[in-house]
């Protein structure tokens, strides 16, 4: 375990994370060749839609040795819509580095992966790459993700010069320039900053163990060896942030910051407890080789050729082919089948993976992302991972015939690699719902449907799940009565109906006395207007919050039926919602929404338009939190609206609040455009 490496690239869009994967991929003589994102043919961005997209979509995996230390590296799409891939990433590794471009310096997906990923229990670390780029600024960059997140990266790596007079690093550690390669002195003009920067590293060593501190504090400084040991430290305590400078493009520093990885990152070996839980306690376990299997299913990826794929890291003991597992958040058993190291697509077969390993299971029955992996009878698991609220609605339906019988099935394989989207079929309106983070990975989703299974999907707004209720009360009677030779059809009611409190739903009362209505049509009756009510009467949606009196009637010896009361019931309700002020009913939503101060007043405005209403706000740091209600039918539009707004820079969080009455003059345009479909 102490000779392994989990480290993942997270961070900005377009920084380089892939391009950088790539070249050290090639340097580590992976492969043979580096590929471009732009030509499609990286080891990382490898399924169809990426390709096309120039972009990563979903977390790519790759394993290899670089001086006798076993390094597994993720790549993590910098893209907010993929959050749940960051969070993965998060999990299966000991240390997050954020890439940064030299250029663009703190982008909105750069603070968006910062905000994600901030409080997770790993290590972090920044890497500035595209120091070779017109406009590069190290320290700038650095000072602006002070400014304006929760990191305060220290340099580790100074580079030497920049723009296309970028040449090297210096290693403020060991003192020592890497020009092209080459182990040189350092340049004469950085001495003096190289010297700075040292000591300020040291202070920040030193502040993270009091021994160190202490030696600080008498010497004035500390040795190269206990800085080397106490880096190593202060980043797995999360109290030191590295900062790292290279060039990915033209391999510049490449080398060097492998290296780095190897010497001053964490391994497993120095994470050696976690925080399971058994029985929905939390408890403290103690990882290691020789301890029992604890392991974490961080991905699924599905391939139609080759099955479904579980992407696992084991944190402790090892699996084995053929071995017996449980599966807790199933609560199943499951067996091992074929294992591999992954590099990309690439699969290389194994027998056995280890504790501190990342590894592919192939064909699993029932374990998928974000699922334990422990010995059978096991008491422990993982907890449950809190993932980000839905923000994007549409829904989903086969264009061919044909294929409705297989989407369903398909989609649910999607699913497990993406599981912060959600499917669900909406009862009232009959649609299938998705909901995710964000429009590009609903997008994603409907691409994969189509380059991996062959089905043409379309998607929508989804409808307003509306309700209808009445404000007023009504006394009505309603008489069927039907004769057209032979047996007739004759029932007759009488109702008082009255509103409910909001959200108590539908409440039947049965007060007939003497038999007028024999009891055995009452169950009728109460059918009949629970029928009516499913249908709607206004709108065509669920009738809510109304009370039902039955108080007389009358009936027929030989034309009464269930029937002829069912229709009676159903009828009279109608009448009744003629006189007693019905409207229409919409759901609304409480709305979080974190922005920039800068950008309130426009929120605030833009909230406004769409009816809903303020709450009240704090302040968070550099940001607003505003706490907000909005319909739900203005809700499916809000999330692009606010990424204009902001520049990208907002974002909300949202649940289900309560039920409030629809304006009258957008209620109007609704029962007409239902009146206009039927």
Same mark, same amino acid.
């Given at each position: 375990?102490?000779?392994?490496?989990? !480290?993942?690239?997270?961070?900005?869009?377009?920084?380089?994370?892939?391009?950088?994967?790539?070249?050290?991929?090639?340097?580590?003589?992976?492969?043979?060749?580096?590929?471009?994102?732009?030509?499609?043919?990286?080891?990382?961005?490898?399924?169809?839609?990426?390709?096309?997209?120039?972009?990563?979509?979903?977390?790519?995996?790759?394993?290899?040795?670089?001086?006798?230390?076993?390094?597994?590296?993720?790549?993590?799409?910098?893209?907010?819509?993929?959050?749940?891939?960051?969070?993965?990433?998060?999990?299966?590794?000991?240390?997050?580095?954020?890439?940064?471009?030299?250029?663009?310096?703190?982008?909105?997906?750069?603070?968006?992966? !910062?905000?994600?990923?901030?409080?997770?229990?790993?290590?972090?670390?920044?890497?500035?790459?595209?120091?070779?780029?017109?406009?590069?600024?190290?320290?700038?960059?650095?000072?602006?993700?002070?400014?304006?997140?929760?990191?305060?990266?220290?340099?580790?790596?100074?580079?030497?010069?920049?723009?296309?007079?970028?040449?090297?690093?210096?290693?403020?550690?060991?003192?020592?320039?890497?020009?092209?390669?080459?182990?040189?002195?350092?340049?004469?003009?950085?001495?003096?900053?190289?010297?700075?920067?040292?000591?300020?590293?040291?202070?920040?060593?030193?502040?993270?163990?009091?021994?160190?501190?202490?030696?600080?504090?008498?010497?004035?400084?500390?040795?190269?060896?206990?800085?080397?040991?106490?880096?190593?430290?202060?980043?797995?305590?999360?109290?030191?942030?590295?900062?790292?400078?290279?060039?990915?493009?033209?391999?510049?520093?490449?080398?060097?910051?492998?290296?780095?990885? %190897?010497?001053?990152?964490?391994?497993?070996?120095?994470?050696?407890?976690?925080?399971?839980?058994?029985?929905?306690?939390?408890?403290?376990?103690?990882?290691?080789?020789?301890?029992?299997?604890?392991?974490?299913?961080?991905?699924?990826?599905?391939?139609? %050729?080759?099955?479904?794929?579980?992407?696992?890291?084991?944190?402790?003991?090892?699996?084995?082919?053929?071995?017996?597992?449980?599966?807790?958040?199933?609560?199943?058993?499951?067996?091992?089948?074929?294992?591999?190291?992954?590099?990309?697509?690439?699969?290389?077969?194994?027998?056995?993976?280890?504790?501190?390993?990342?590894?592919?299971?192939?064909?699993?029955?029932?374990?998928?992302?974000?699922?334990?992996?422990?010995?059978?009878?096991?008491?422990?698991?993982?907890?449950?991972?809190?993932?980000?609220?839905?923000?994007?609605?549409?829904? !989903?339906?086969?264009?061919?015939?044909?294929?409705?019988?297989?989407?369903?099935?398909?989609?649910?394989?999607?699913?497990?690699?993406?599981?912060?989207?959600?499917?669900?079929?909406? %009862?009232?309106?009959?649609? %299938?719902?998705?909901?995710?983070?964000?429009?590009?990975?609903?997008?994603?989703?409907?691409?994969?449907?189509?380059?991996?299974?062959?089905?043409?999907?379309?998607?929508?707004?989804?409808?307003?799940?509306?309700?209808?209720?009445?404000?007023?009360?009504?006394?009505?009677?309603?008489?069927?009565?039907?004769?057209?030779?032979?047996?007739?059809?004759?029932?007759?009611?009488?109702?008082?109906?009255?509103?409910?409190?909001?959200?108590?739903?539908?409440?039947?009362?049965?007060?007939?006395?003497?038999?007028?209505?024999?009891?055995?049509?009452?169950?009728?009756?109460?059918?009949?207007?629970?029928?009516?009510?499913?249908?709607?009467?206004?709108?065509?949606?669920?009738?809510?919050?109304?009370?039902?009196?039955?108080?007389?009637?009358?009936?027929?010896?030989?034309?009464?039926?269930?029937?002829?009361?069912?229709?009676?019931?159903?009828?009279?309700?109608?009448?009744?919602?003629?006189?007693?002020?019905?409207?229409?009913?919409?759901?609304?939503?409480?709305?979080?929404?974190?922005?920039?101060?800068?950008?309130?007043?426009?929120?605030?405005?833009?909230?406004?338009?769409?009816?809903?209403?303020?709450?009240?706000?704090?302040?968070?740091?550099?940001?607003?939190?505003?706490?907000?209600?909005?319909?739900?039918?203005?809700?499916?539009?809000?999330?692009?609206?606010?990424?204009?707004?902001?520049?990208?820079?907002?974002?909300?969080?949202?649940?289900?609040?309560?039920?409030?009455?629809?304006?009258?003059?957008?209620?109007?345009?609704?029962?007409?455009?239902?009146?206009?479909?039927?």
């Amino acid at each position: 375990m102490k000779n392994i490496r989990n !480290i993942a690239f997270v961070g900005a869009n377009s920084a380089g994370k892939t391009s950088l994967a790539e070249q050290i991929l090639f340097n580590a003589k992976v492969i043979t060749r580096v590929g471009k994102v732009e030509e499609g043919n990286t080891v990382m961005d490898f399924t169809i839609e990426e390709i096309e997209k120039g972009i990563s979509m979903s977390l790519g995996v790759a394993t290899f040795k670089w001086k006798n230390i076993d390094i597994n590296l993720l790549d993590a799409p910098g893209s907010a819509d993929f959050a749940s891939e960051q969070i993965s990433a998060a999990i299966a590794s000991e240390t997050l580095l954020f890439m940064v471009n030299a250029v663009s310096g703190f982008e909105v997906s750069l603070e968006q992966s !910062i905000e994600l990923l901030q409080n997770k229990d790993v290590a972090k670390g920044v890497i500035v790459n595209k120091m070779d780029s017109e406009g590069a600024d190290f320290n700038k960059t650095l000072e602006a993700i002070r400014e304006n997140s929760s990191l305060n990266p220290v340099p580790i790596f100074l580079p030497i010069g920049s723009e296309h007079k970028f040449e090297g690093v210096v290693d403020i550690i060991k003192g020592k320039a890497y020009i092209k390669g080459q182990v040189a002195d350092v340049p004469a003009d950085m001495v003096d900053l190289v010297e700075e920067s040292k000591m300020s590293l040291m202070e920040a060593v030193a502040e993270s163990d009091d021994a160190l501190l202490e030696k600080y504090f008498e010497a004035g400084e500390l040795s190269n060896e206990e800085l080397s040991k106490g880096i190593k430290k202060a980043i797995l305590n999360g109290n030191l942030i590295p900062a790292f400078a290279c060039s990915a493009t033209h391999n510049i520093a490449v080398n060097e910051l492998i290296d780095a990885f %190897n010497e001053y990152l964490p391994s497993p070996a120095d994470k050696n407890e976690l925080k399971l839980l058994e029985k929905g306690q939390e408890k403290v376990v103690k990882v290691a080789e020789n301890e029992q299997l604890v392991a974490y299913i961080f991905k699924s990826f599905s391939d139609p %050729n080759v099955g479904d794929i579980a992407y696992v890291r084991i944190f402790s003991g090892h699996i084995k082919s053929g071995l017996e597992v449980f599966i807790p958040e199933k609560d199943s058993k499951d067996k091992i089948g074929s294992i591999y190291y992954v590099s990309g697509k690439n699969r290389k077969e194994t027998d056995e993976i280890k504790a501190g390993e990342i590894g592919a299971l192939v064909k699993l029955k029932s374990g998928r992302s974000f699922n334990s992996v422990l010995v059978p009878n096991s008491p422990l698991r993982f907890p449950r991972i809190k993932l980000p609220t839905p923000v994007y609605w549409q829904t !989903i339906k086969a264009v061919n015939q044909n294929d409705e019988d297989k989407i369903g099935a398909a989609l649910n394989k999607l699913l497990d690699e993406e599981p912060t989207i959600n499917l669900e079929m909406n %009862n009232e309106t009959n649609e %299938n719902v998705l909901s995710g983070i964000g429009e590009q990975q609903i997008l994603f989703l409907q691409k994969k449907l189509k380059s991996r299974y062959k089905i043409d999907a379309v998607m929508k707004m989804p409808s307003i799940p509306y309700k209808e209720t009445i404000r007023g009360n009504a006394d009505v009677s309603y008489k069927h009565k039907k004769q057209s030779g032979g047996r007739g059809q004759y029932a007759e009611v009488y109702f008082k109906v009255a509103p409910l409190e909001r959200g108590e739903g539908f409440k039947f009362i049965n007060s007939i006395v003497g038999g007028v209505i024999p009891s055995k049509f009452i169950p009728a009756i109460e059918k009949g207007l629970n029928e009516i009510m499913l249908k709607g009467i206004i709108s065509g949606h669920q009738v809510v919050d109304v009370s039902v009196d039955c108080y007389y009637g009358s009936f027929h010896d030989v034309d009464s039926s269930e029937m002829a009361f069912k229709i009676a019931s159903s009828q009279a309700m109608k009448k009744a919602f003629e006189i007693a002020n019905p409207i229409l009913l919409e759901p609304i939503h409480e709305l979080q929404i974190m922005v920039p101060t800068e950008y309130m007043g426009d929120v605030m405005g833009d909230v406004s338009t769409r009816r809903g209403k303020i709450l009240g706000m704090e302040q968070k740091g550099n940001k607003q939190l505003l706490n907000a209600h909005m319909p739900l039918a203005e809700l499916f539009s809000y999330f692009p609206a606010l990424k204009s707004l902001t520049q990208g820079r907002g974002k909300f969080v949202q649940k289900f609040s309560h039920y409030e009455k629809v304006p009258d003059e957008i209620a109007a345009k609704v029962i007409a455009d239902t009146n206009q479909e039927e």
